[in-house]
């Protein structure tokens, strides 16, 4: 190894004496006849067991790292990289490591930000993948990061990567857990890095080895950090339920129940399914919102009006609404009275008061948690 590698190959490591030599050794196996200079960092993240001194008795270095975490073990394996690129690949021996050497060779002749060993296009042995994770996870995650973030990738969980580390340290990555390896590509992809693949695969680790990778919530975390990236996702999802809606619901109030053929809509099973969609649209154009506080997606005109609305407007408006409804109860007592408290029938007028009174509820209230979410992170 030189004293100034091109290439740090960083395992992360919790715990693993039982393969991580064997994933040393084969990671040299590939570097080594290529003549790349390299170095190999073991950034242990809290083992106990003897997995530091088997890293140090092959020649690595060791990185301890106090974060915890799959993200938070990278992050600091990376950042200490002496290497103008920055490979890993987990330490359980599940990996193709005698593709080290393909892989940074693609990184560098297509001078790629990210370079992905992918799985889905390579050779998986029988149960390496579970079954959920290869036809179900991994496809519709990846499908949902071409999708939204204009990528052309085949397999967006794989854990076999090669980055340049200077573009690598302009993304920020931020995440600590599993989904540190959707918050690396979707940041690729927005800063318009060159990303390429090549194919690999996937080995059965020991059979013995309790995995770190937990399905449901792992998976919920990746989910949940791809729609996070997308802001304006949940925006134009909230208005166009919201809008419509609202629209057609303040038009059954003046139209009453129509007749459309043998259709009869506009009566009260139309109006509570428009309220059941305009409670929806508003719960997700307020998601949105909160969403674009963290940047990302520029959001609609209308939008940042919304986001940085006054507060003295904020209160008159919530003032507004609940004078609104305490007048709506206040009227609908006094035709319940005059009618010397018999039964009602005023369930469409009351629908169409509910909707457009709940959701500007909503909407007010949304913004006291945004408005709050602000304060918290500016102290302004």
């Known amino acids: 190894m030189s004293s100034a590698p091109d290439l740090t190959f960083v395992f992360p490591c919790l715990n693993e004496e039982k393969t991580l030599g064997i994933c040393i050794e084969r990671v040299k196996a590939s570097l080594d006849p290529a003549g790349i200079a390299y170095e190999i960092v073991v950034a242990d993240n809290g083992s106990t067991d003897?997995?530091?001194?088997?890293?140090?008795?092959?020649?690595?270095?060791?990185?301890p790292v106090a974060a915890r975490g799959y993200g938070a073990a990278l992050k600091g394996g990376i950042e200490a990289a002496l290497g103008k690129y920055a490979m890993f690949a987990d330490s359980d021996s599940t990996y193709m490591y005698e593709h080290a050497a393909p892989l940074h060779e693609a990184a560098v002749k297509n001078d790629a930000g990210?370079?992905?060993?992918?799985?889905?296009?390579?050779e998986i042995e029988p149960g390496a993948m579970p079954?959920?994770?290869?036809?179900?996870?991994?496809?519709?995650?990846?499908?949902?990061?071409n999708t939204l973030f204009h990528g052309r990738l085949t397999d967006c969980n794989s854990g076999f990567r090669c980055v340049k580390k200077e573009e690598y340290l302009k993304w920020g990555i931020r995440s600590d857990g599993m989904e540190?390896?959707?918050?690396?590509?979707?940041?690729?992809?927005?800063?318009?890095?060159?990303?390429?693949?090549?194919?690999?695969?996937?080995?059965?680790?020991?059979?013995?080895?309790?995995?770190?990778?937990?399905?449901?919530?792992?998976?919920?975390?990746?989910?949940l950090f791809i729609l996070s990236e997308r802001p304006a996702l949940f925006e134009w999802l909230g208005l166009l339920l919201l809008v419509p809606a609202t629209l057609l619901q303040i038009l059954s109030a003046i139209t009453g129940p129509v007749a459309?053929?043998?259709?009869?809509?506009?009566?009260?099973?139309?109006?509570?399914?428009?309220?059941?969609?305009?409670?929806?649209g508003t719960q997700l154009y307020i998601f949105g919102c909160s969403l674009h506080l963290r940047g990302g997606d520029k959001p609609l005109r209308f939008t940042e009006k919304f986001i940085h609305l006054d507060e003295g407007t904020l209160f008159f408006m919530l003032l507004g609404v609940f004078t609104a409804f305490l007048a709506t109860v206040g009227g609908l007592l006094i035709i319940w009275a005059g009618r010397g408290f018999a039964g009602l029938h005023q369930a469409n007028s009351l629908l169409v008061a509910v909707h457009i009174l709940g959701l500007m509820a909503m909407g007010g209230i949304g913004l006291l948690s945004i408005h709050t979410l602000k304060k918290a992170r500016t102290g302004a």
């Open 114 to 122: 990210m370079a992905i060993a992918s799985r889905m296009i390579g």
């Open 180 to 223: 540190f390896a959707s918050e690396l590509l979707i940041k690729a992809l927005k800063a318009g890095t060159k990303t390429v693949e090549i194919p690999s695969g996937l080995r059965c680790g020991p059979p013995d080895r309790v995995a770190h990778l937990r399905t449901w919530r792992d998976g919920m975390r990746h989910l």
């Open 131 to 145: 079954p959920l994770h290869r036809h179900l996870g991994t496809p519709v995650l990846t499908w949902l990061i």
């Open 260 to 280: 459309l053929g043998p259709f009869n809509v506009f009566d009260i099973h139309s109006q509570a399914l428009l309220l059941m969609a305009g409670i929806l």
């Open 50 to 63: 003897r997995s530091r001194e088997i890293a140090a008795a092959a020649g690595c270095r060791v990185v």
